[in-house]
């Protein structure tokens, strides 16, 4: 029961195989031409840096690299945010296909204000992690290796003393987002165990008018209330605390970028285009693990949010349930 947050994104996923797979396609797609791009201006800025004249041939491809990148981007955004919009339709769906399929026996136990609760909370939870974290990490993913390796062929050295610290971040990542996760699960928890009291209060409403039951169910209620705002407010104090010290530490990898490959200019080890090259593609390696810590703390509160959820979603692909 500890892998229903993977099982129902893979299901997720696997109902849109093709439409994800055009969509990493065109990332990796992205990726090439960005590095493609980097090389021809890094060749201009030596060349404008020796006091060359630019070629027209240059010039034209240069302008076909830009023009391409913007139509690559537009592609990569829309099949990314299509397919993110087809699975969150698809788990709607599936939410309400497990509802309809239950036998008249099983309905009637279920609880409505916990059924809103997830429909609220979870469902929304879920779908807000497809639209803004899965497809940007498998992107971030994909601009991070094909970027890592490019610079690692061209000067391995500066590659590895620039951005060696950002693992080390990513470790504490790794510790902080368990925190994080637990602290989000006690805030989910209790916001569900609140609407379903809420529920229990409009079942029982002709019951407690008749005998003026209000008072004595007023003082629960509100102490329902009083613990889910004390369990966020102390989810997003966890998350701040955790998140702020590897926010202070993002700018060691382009501090050590800056002063170990000036000096290799300075010295002519490097030329003026190579350390542009790695200076404007270090968003693609350091600032992609210094976004760690927020893909890492999306995915455990997806995790809490997809293991609530996971049994009763009912996907169906190929008229068959997956």
């Known amino acids: 029961m500890g892998e229903e947050h993977m099982v ?116 929304a939870g879920v779908s807000n992690y497809l639209s803004n974290n899965l497809f940007q990490l498998l992107d971030d993913g994909i601009r991070f290796v094909t970027t890592f390796c490019w610079l690692m062929f061209i000067n391995p050295t500066l590659t590895l003393t620039a951005n060696l610290p950002a693992f080390a971040v990513v470790a504490y990542v790794f510790f902080s987002s368990g925190i994080i996760e ?44 009083g613990t889910w705002e004390k369990y966020t407010a102390q989810a997003e104090r966890v998350k701040a605390r955790l998140m702020s010290l590897s926010g202070l530490l993002s700018g060691i990898p382009l501090l050590l970028l800056f002063l170990a490959g000036g000096r290799m200019a300075i010295s002519g080890v490097l030329s003026v285009g190579t350390l542009y090259i790695f200076l404007n593609l270090s968003g693609n390696v350091s600032g992609v693990l210094m976004n760690m810590p927020g893909y890492f703390a999306a995915f455990r509160q997806f995790s809490a949010n997809a293991r609530r959820l996971s049994p009763h979603v009912a996907l169906i692909w190929k008229g068959k349930q997956i």
């Open 182 to 225: 637990k602290a989000t699960e006690r805030s989910q928890q209790a916001k569900g165990n609140m609407n379903q009291y809420a529920g229990t209060l409009l079942t029982l409403f002709p019951i407690l008018r008749l005998y003026d039951g209000f008072r004595l169910t007023l003082g629960g209620y509100g102490s329902a209330v």
């Open 8 to 123: 129902l994104l893979i299901r997720l996923v696997y109902g849109r195989k093709i439409l994800a797979l055009t969509a990493v396609c065109a990332s990796g797609l992205t990726a090439a031409v960005t590095l493609w791009w980097n090389w021809l201006l890094s060749g201009i800025i030596n060349m404008v840096s020796v006091g060359k004249t630019l070629s027209l041939d240059m010039i034209i491809c240069a302008v076909a690299a830009m023009l391409l990148l913007c139509v690559t981007n537009f592609a990569k955004g829309c099949l990314a945010g299509y397919a993110c919009e087809s699975m969150s339709h698809d788990l709607r769906m599936g939410y309400a296909r497990h509802f309809v399929s239950l036998p008249f026996s099983e309905t009637e136990k279920l609880n409505e204000g916990e059924q809103l609760s997830k429909l609220q909370n979870e469902i």
